[in-house]
């Protein structure tokens, strides 16, 4: 946001989601100091929908870039990014996607997305605390560094860089192809020579895996009365990614993740920096939803034991 905002000048506007993590939200409201306007393009709190009439409501002539997240880490939810792409595109702004949530789960096109910006944390895809931000080469050519100025505008990435490459971590997430790698050996007999077709397998299993085990969750979920769901209500692999939370009534989020501590269950509560997003359900921000986040090396018996243990706190 830095390195873009000089290309940006005062009373153009930049919309964000509200159901964005912070860090997605909190970049692009610091360039009000710059003049720029921010407009909040808000959930539909009856459905949970990101809707594109509600974004056309808010673009004008002056917008330059919509930020909003691949998939919520509250809800859930996978947003149609190629089709807000091209609507973004057809009023001649940019677009700036969140893609931690949805990176775990699912293979990553970002040319056939179209999108200009795609940020991630490696660590939320089983490599070490380090991230990832892929943008149009066109665009990052033209950008200002962040670093020093004998570092020219051609040395892409090195100039978006905040200081020099951490090498232990970069070589570090070379592991997270070394394992998407041994997950494809393992479940598949033919050996395909391009990595993309062996990653869009993994990651197809991957996804009819973990629709496999969020299902029995959120029948669990949806069978309780005084559970609710924050988020969509279906299992489909193509609506949702497995992280589920919600909210139990006249309980408090957090007393319910410790009962589970003892027997190694790791589910949390809170508001996981989505805050706008809680406060917007009209949910306590401190105390939060109750989130339970899965990913493809959890099994259906671990799911059946969360089921049963929750039976039996809520
Ligand atoms: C959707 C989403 N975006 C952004 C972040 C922030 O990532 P990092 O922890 O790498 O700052 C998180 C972290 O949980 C997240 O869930």
Not at 19 to 27: F, R, T
Not at 237 to 263: A, G, Y
Not at 276 to 281: A, D, K, N, P, V
Request: charged share 25%; aromatic share 10%; proline share 3%.
């Amino acid at each position: 946001s830095r390195s873009l905002s000089k290309y940006f000048k005062a009373g153009d506007e930049i919309i964000v989601s509200n159901s964005d993590h912070e860090a997605n939200i909190g970049p692009w409201i610091a360039l009000q100091d710059n003049g720029i306007k921010i407009k909040f393009w808000n959930i539909n709190t009856n459905n949970y929908q990101l809707e594109l009439d509600e974004l056309n409501s808010l673009m004008s002539d002056k917008t330059k870039l919509v930020a909003f997240t691949h998939a919520s880490n509250i809800l859930g939810t996978i947003n149609p990014i190629k089709e807000i792409t091209e609507f973004v595109h057809s009023k001649n702004a940019m677009v700036c996607v969140d893609g931690v949530a949805y990176a775990p789960h699912r293979h990553l096109d970002v040319q056939d997305w179209d999108v200009d910006f795609y940020v991630f944390s490696l660590y939320k895809v089983y490599g070490p605390h380090y991230s990832l931000l892929y943008g149009k080469e066109a665009v990052l050519e033209q950008l200002t560094g962040i670093n020093h100025y004998f570092i020219t505008k051609d040395e892409l990435p090195y100039k978006l860089q905040p200081g020099n490459v951490n090498f232990e971590l970069a070589y570090g997430s070379t592991g997270i192809l070394d394992y998407l790698n041994l997950l494809y050996d393992e479940h598949f007999s033919e050996k395909d020579s391009l990595l993309n077709s062996r990653l869009k397998k993994v990651f197809a299993l991957i996804a009819e895996h973990e629709e496999e085990i969020v299902s029995p969750l959120i029948e669990f979920l949806k069978s309780r009365s005084n559970i609710e769901i924050i988020g969509e209500t279906c299992a489909d692999k193509e609506i949702r990614v497995p992280t589920v939370s919600f909210i139990v009534k006249n309980r408090k989020s957090s007393e319910i993740p410790l009962q589970l501590d003892p027997f190694k269950m790791g589910i949390r509560w809170g508001d996981f920096y989505a805050r706008r997003l809680i406060e917007s359900l009209k949910i306590d921000h401190i105390d939060g939803v109750v989130r339970i986040s899965m990913v493809h090396y959890n099994t259906k018996s671990e799911v059946e034991k969360l089921i049963s243990l929750l039976n039996n706190i809520i």
